[in-house]
């Protein structure tokens, strides 16, 4: 006898079109996506093919058409209804933008990852040493650490909690010159970072260039350069598009579907030439190998400035703790003989981050770890 | 290839559902054909070079299954030539998979000298190295009729099961593709297919995906979290790799379905479970049915037959006195869990999981026995609280369980424990103070975005103990094997109605905006 809530094949044909013209559509979309895929050549050969990179690479390539603004109505409608800024971002106060990094352990991230990169530390400062260039490391204090007030119950993990302490104590030991930005940053009336990027604001950034100046010009005979600096009065303010507000997928959504944009009054500060067919500048003495924080709001040039001295910066987006700093060594046979200091900025949230490629190939070049 | 990425959904899959249907409309050998050649595009997509291992393992099993069948006459041959093609199965399984750990674990004995980098492991080699393990043992066993090579080739690669199952057997499948019926088009098919297919992805795209940051971030740093945050971080593993694996399972099933094929059930509430037993047969079906008939039978009539030939009671009697029962039913179920631990991976704490659920296993055997069993069927019944409270404790069971699984080793296991035991001290709302004063849109912002996890873990485990599953929404048109337990709600019961297919489509524009975060399935990595 036949179950009387099986339907015949007929009763099914309405949702089987429907199923049907939808896997038409999305293959006419999806032809239509792959013929606008462009591979980079690298990804066009058979070598590609054949290890999963080219097939990596389609997928990737392959979208919905509109797909910018699905993600973006998406992370809107996410960040409004449930205060939910995505799995790299935290929202903290109201307004108030985190980086995820800077709160907890990247996931999967081993937990000899400092101890590693403390190893390379070391090493580094030696090979400078043999080359009578100075080194002094500088880790920016993560914002959670700096703007705690703001994470309204949210904590940094205790591990991140120790590290700049650890780091602090492992560069005192072996003799390398720190500069120590927690207590310059730390309990101030103004914020020190920007509230929808990670980066210091210029009231931190200025802040940061005179600790680290501080603590640089003993390393370079203690007497402030002659290089003078020219700051122009600050200008009108302008909206500044945070990077934790392109983290989250809200660079284009609507006001009030996210944190408001914040508004900064540029200021430009340069050395000042003398103008002339000939003018030489002076030689270089320092060289910064900084994090994304050597090319934001000033600090570069603040610290010149306090130091009297143009600074070599080779500091880099995406460089992560030790990118600028590796292509500086990379560098080193062109560097010049004047140079006596290297700046090594990186910010601390990198202390804890899964090592890189580059790093791994550094640290695989290093005598064993001796227990 | 992954179920939850455009390219599969944009283009394999229409191709493939129309290159099937028209090449059966020319002959069923080459509509077969075209699904493994599909099949094969699918695995190697992910890395070309591993479609040469598949190949040879298929090959390689389909010659030694011949030969099985060849030597049916003489057992001991027999024996022979399935135990040699199984050894050579598990050999290339341990190469991958446990070679470089074991390399390693001997290293820190000072047994060996330097050390390995894990090798990268094919996509699903557990599961066609199961699937294939256990064909060579039907064979022997003369289960296995049809010899034909397409078919086998078909029954290994066919794309829905072959990277992370069901697992399954050749006697439920081969038929199938046998049958010239399966090969013609079906709205049905479609129209069922397509359901189940888009609840499976929902599962793994909106709640699976959704929930697995947090239990990513607790695991990583499981020494630092408290009380609350230890079991948060434990329940959202639970409902990550139920939502996770059983949203995989739905597609499989739904992408067969669609192919006309069936498969069996792989998960059937398994958090609705009111004793380890009962979760068991709920979770990882195939699973526990393959562990259950090549290895727990296997020993435990090993055992009996020894038993026997000493004069000692077997079977349900010899359960009854406690010696027995730890020679009947402690040692197979130790035996069959800790090796079905360690099939998870390589890892003291794999074989401690395993080992773990066996223990479960068996007091919860030993209480049926000697405690409910003492009692008169009359006074066997229990009420909903008592009922409720065995879910819960068999919920937390699995939990610990899952706490050694998920973990890097065994430290950060316990110290998860050691954090859900209340430890590592007691966390506050603070959160909750912050919102005191504030505008109402920014303090909804600030206690629900500072609270997510709990408000996924609530409806979470809501839909887990509350709602029936896709197969009882689907009722008799559920198109797995075996068929599940009966919906009781018949508002939730699947009809090809307009309602059904817009909430369907209003499920699939959900999947697709979320989409672009594509994500592996936490079991292509067994």
């Known amino acids: 006898m036949s179950d009387p809530d099986v339907l015949p094949d007929s009763a099914h044909r309405m949702t089987a079109a429907v199923w049907m013209v939808l896997l038409a559509v999305g293959l006419a979309v999806g032809i239509g996506a792959l013929g606008k895929v462009e591979l980079a050549p690298p990804l066009r050969g058979l070598d590609a093919w054949l290890d999963g990179r080219t097939e990596t690479a389609l997928n990737q390539a392959i979208k919905l058409p509109g797909q910018e603004r699905i993600e973006t109505a998406n992370a809107a409608v996410r960040y409004r209804m449930l205060g939910d800024l995505g799995t790299q971002v935290a929202l903290g106060c109201p307004q108030w933008m985190f ?160 944190p408001d944009i914040e508004t900064v009054a540029e200021q430009a500060v340069a050395p000042m030439r003398g103008g002339g067919l000939l003018d030489d500048t002076p030689p270089v003495q320092v060289l910064l190998a900084g994090s994304s924080n050597g090319l934001r709001s000033h600090f570069a040039e603040w610290l010149g400035m306090d130091l009297g001295r143009e600074v070599w910066n080779l500091s880099m987006d995406g460089g992560q703790f030790s990118g600028a700093m590796l292509k500086a060594l990379g560098q080193s046979g062109q560097w010049p003989q004047t140079l006596r200091l290297v700046i090594w900025e990186f910010s601390e949230n990198t202390l804890s981050l899964p090592l890189t490629d580059d790093e791994k190939k550094a640290l695989a070049q290093l005598p064993a770890a001796r227990n | 290839m992954l179920f939850n990425s455009y390219l599969f959904l944009l283009l394999f899959l229409p191709i493939a559902l129309m290159g099937y249907y028209g090449a059966a409309r020319v002959s069923l050998r080459l509509a077969a054909l075209w699904l493994c050649l599909a099949s094969f595009v699918f695995y190697g997509w992910w890395n070309p070079q591993f479609v040469a291992l598949l190949a040879v393992s298929i090959l390689f099993n389909y010659v030694v299954g011949l030969l099985v069948l060849q030597a049916a006459g003489a057992p001991r041959r027999q024996l022979l030539i399935t135990s040699a093609g199984v050894i050579a199965d598990l050999a290339v399984l341990v190469h991958y998979k446990y070679f470089a750990a074991l390399f390693n674990f001997l290293g820190e004995w000072g047994l060996t000298h330097g050390a390995m980098d894990t090798l990268i492991l094919p996509l699903g080699i557990s599961f066609f190295t199961f699937t294939q393990i256990g064909f060579l ?292 709302l603070e959160s909750l103070s912050h919102a005191a004063g504030l505008p109402f849109g920014d303090a909804w912002r600030l206690v629900i975005g500072h609270h997510l996890q709990a408000v996924y873990i609530v409806l979470l485990l809501g839909i887990a103990w509350f709602t029936p599953n896709a197969h009882q929404i689907l009722g008799v048109h559920s198109p797995a094997i075996f068929k599940t337990l009966p919906n009781p709600n018949r508002l939730l019961r699947w009809r090809p109605s307009p309602g059904w297919l817009i909430a369907a489509l209003f499920l699939l524009a959900l999947c697709l905006a979320t989409l672009h975060k594509e994500t592996r399935f936490l079991y292509f990595q067994f």
């Not at chain 1, 210029?202 to 002659?226: H, T």
């Not at chain 2, 009729?145 to 072959?162: C, N, W």
């Not at chain 2, 727990?296 to 020894?306: D, G, K, T």
């Not at chain 2, 819960?392 to 296991?413: C, E, N, P, Y």
């Open chain 2, 137 to 428: 043992l039907d064979c022997r066993s003369g289960l296995v009729k049809e010899k034909g090579f397409l078919s086998y080739v078909l029954f290994v690669t066919f794309f829905p099961h072959l990277i992370a199952g069901p697992i399954l057997h050749h006697k439920e499948m081969i038929p199938q593709f046998a049958d010239p019926a399966n090969y013609r088009f079906k709205a049905e098919n479609l129209s069922i297919g397509g359901m189940l297919f888009v609840i499976g992805l929902a599962k793994k795209v909106l709640l699976a995906d959704g929930i697995a940051p947090y239990a990513d971030a607790g695991f990583a740093a499981p020494s630092g979290l408290d009380f609350w945050g230890a079991w948060a971080t434990s329940v959202s593993y639970a409902l990550q790799i139920y939502f996770d694996f059983s949203g995989y399972s739905d597609m499989a099933l739904g992408l067969a379905k669609m192919f006309g094929i069936r498969f069996p059930l792989n998960f059937n509430s398994p958090y609705k479970a009111a004793s380890i037993v009962d979760f068991w047969a709920r979770w990882h079906i195939t699973l526990t049915r393959y562990l259950t008939s090549y290895l727990y039978y296997p020993v435990a009539m090993a055992v009996s037959r020894a038993r026997e030939r000493r004069g000692m009671a077997v079977g349900s009697l010899a359960a009854r006195t406690p010696g027995g029962f730890a020679a009947t039913i402690i040692v197979p179920t130790l035996f069959t869990m800790g090796l079905a631990g360690i099939w998870h991976g390589a890892g003291l704490q794999f074989l401690v999981f395993g080992i773990w659920h066996g223990l479960c296993l068996s007091i919860n055997h030993g209480w049926r026995i000697f405690v409910v069993g003492r009692k008169p069927p009359s006074e066997r019944h229990s009420g909903p609280a008592a009922k409720a409270l065995c879910v819960l404790i068999t919920f937390v069971a699995v939990l610990i369980g899952q706490a050694f699984f998920r973990a890097d080793g065994m430290h950060s296991a316990w110290q998860l424990l050691a954090g859900m035991m209340g430890l590592h001290g007691f966390g506050g």
């Open chain 1, 99 to 258: 980086y995820q990094d800077g709160l907890r352990a990247q996931p999967g991230t081993q937990p000899q990852v400092q101890g590693e990169r403390l190893r390379l530390l070391k090493s580094w400062s030696e090979q400078l040493a043999a080359r009578q260039v100075r080194l002094l490391v500088v880790a920016v204090p993560d914002k959670a650490r700096i703007e705690a007030g703001h994470l309204c119950g949210r904590a940094m993990a205790p591990g991140l909690q120790a590290q700049y302490d650890t780091l602090a104590r492992a560069l005192d030991d072996s003799g390398i010159a720190f500069a120590d930005l927690r207590a310059v940053l730390g309990h101030r009336n103004e914020d020190m970072f920007f509230r929808t990027d990670v980066h210091m604001n210029p009231a931190g950034a200025r802040l940061a260039a005179q600790a680290v100046a501080r603590a640089a010009l003993p390393l370079l005979g203690g007497a402030k350069g002659e290089q003078a600096f020219e700051v122009s009065p600050p200008g009108t303010p302008q909206p500044r598009m945070g990077d934790l507000l392109v983290l989250s997928g809200l660079k284009s959504a609507p006001p009030g579907w996210r």
